[in-house]
């Protein structure tokens, strides 16, 4: 993912160093942003309830899978370095993908939750993700070092997930709370991997990362708001 030490953000000048993460934020800003108006765009077109009832009605497996895939293609896409407009190609694919994704999710907390939950769950999700970056970016603290738990963390939730599926069992809001730890560690080790070992040229990659660890926490964070009810 990374070109090296000697070519990432923490060798560069401060200027440089400044502007990259500059356009990271910017860009996921960007993102989020578009995530928002292309949930209101679905909601208040009337084509929520029809893309809900046609994806609750299908093996979510398959919902899972197919979005893994638009994932991994996206983030590679988002790392062409020799192209920048494929690497907004994946970026803006994984944003549509993930306002799809989250229209079941969405629908059901507005038409059987109470409504507020979804703001409240923004509201939360934002507050913890600015804890979480101010303290990188404070303590300057790099958490490389979590890559290994994450990456096994993340495929045994991903596992736990599927045997829900299959054998039609609640994972429960104990299991929410968990993945809100685990997408509070993506954006720690993505934020230090913004200050310390990414290049100065891939700010659409960073940001496409954490924009995803983002999505993961609105997605439970809204799922624990939900369970209350």
Not at 3 to 30: K, W
């Amino acid at each position: 993912m990374y070109q090296g030490e000697m070519h990432s953000v923490s060798s560069q000048s401060l200027d440089d160093r400044i502007g990259f993460i500059r356009r990271t934020y910017a860009h996921l800003g960007a993102a989020i942003l578009a995530f928002v108006g292309l949930e209101v765009a679905i909601f208040s077109s009337g084509l929520a309830a029809p893309m809900a009832e046609m994806m609750l009605s299908v093996n979510w497996l398959l919902v899972l899978g197919a979005f893994m895939i638009v994932g991994w293609g996206a983030d590679w896409l988002a790392h062409q370095e020799t192209n920048p407009a494929i690497q907004y190609v994946g970026l803006i694919g994984y944003v549509i993908a993930e306002a799809v994704l989250f229209v079941p999710l969405l629908f059901i907390a507005a038409n059987y939750s109470d409504a507020s939950v979804i703001p409240a769950a923004g509201l939360v999700t934002g507050i913890v993700f600015a804890g979480l970056t101010v303290f990188v970016f404070v303590t300057k603290k790099d958490f490389s070092f979590l890559r290994g738990f994450l990456v096994a963390a993340g495929l045994a939730a991903m596992a736990a997930i599927a045997a829900s599926i299959l054998f039609g069992f609640g994972l429960g809001v104990i299991f929410s709370f968990v993945m809100v730890l685990l997408a509070s560690g993506y954006i720690l080790y993505q934020t230090s991997n913004i200050l310390h070992h990414y290049h100065t040229t891939q700010h659409v990659a960073a940001s496409l990362a954490l924009f995803s660890s983002v999505a993961l926490l609105f997605w439970y964070i809204l799922s624990i708001f939900m369970s209350r009810d």
